[in-house]
């Protein structure tokens, strides 16, 4: 019987383990939103190579408007 309740008082610390790594999840992701999105985070996940060497190669009027379109964004987003 020993053994049996060494086994579950193990089996209730990991179960606290596991809660508390919730609850600390939980707790960064709200501090996360709080904070709102980085620009610079955002802007690393985005793939870069393969997105500049399509723009580079599109016609200039489409390239020059979604350059311009994207501009606007960022500034309407950056000042709210």
């Not at 060494?6 to 606290?16: F, H, I």
């Not at 016609?59 to 987003?77: D, E, M, Q, S, T």
């Amino acid at each position: 019987m020993h053994k049996s309740l060494q086994q579950e008082q193990q089996l209730l610390q990991l179960k606290a383990e596991a809660l508390r790594l919730k609850l600390l999840t939980n707790q960064l992701r709200r501090q996360q939103e709080q904070s709102g999105p980085d620009v610079l985070e955002l802007a690393s996940k985005l793939p870069r190579a393969g997105l500049l060497w399509r723009l580079a190669n599109m016609p200039r009027k489409l390239r020059n408007k979604l350059l311009l379109g994207g501009a606007l964004l960022a500034v309407i987003y950056l000042r709210f």
